[in-house]
């Protein structure tokens, strides 16, 4: 059974920090390109950003230069940091991995609440 476990989201200020975490277990995990979604209430869901086995990053374009994401193979684990965080970056965030090279299985966690708010 495949697992993706987000954890780290909450609430924090504007300009603020905020670093999630995701797990994944049932997989091999160093086949599948990983990373994060998120989707607000009446949008559709966006990149935030993935990472490949090899470390190869894409980021979402409304987070550049806010985000690192990394990854753990070893410990089947996917970070992301963000910073300098906005009320527009409120959402949830969706943890995903999707195999490579062909991306014929996707999974999807649960999702963590981000809200940026005073």
């Known amino acids: 059974q495949v697992q993706l476990v987000e954890s780290g989201g909450g609430l924090v200020q504007p300009g603020g920090s905020l670093g999630l975490s995701c797990v994944a277990s049932g997989i091999i995990f160093n086949i599948y390109k990983v990373g994060w979604y998120r989707q607000a209430p009446g949008k559709e869901r966006e990149l935030v950003a993935a990472i490949s086995p090899g470390g190869n990053t894409d980021n979402g374009n409304s987070v550049k230069g806010r985000i690192t994401i990394s990854r753990d193979n070893a410990k089947n684990t996917v970070f992301l940091q963000m910073n300098s965080l906005k009320p527009e970056d409120t959402a949830t965030y969706f943890c995903?991995?999707?195999?490579?090279?062909?991306?014929?299985?996707?999974?999807w966690g649960q999702g963590t609440q981000v809200t940026v708010s005073s």
């Open positions: 995903n991995a999707k195999s490579i090279p062909l991306g014929r299985q996707v999974y």
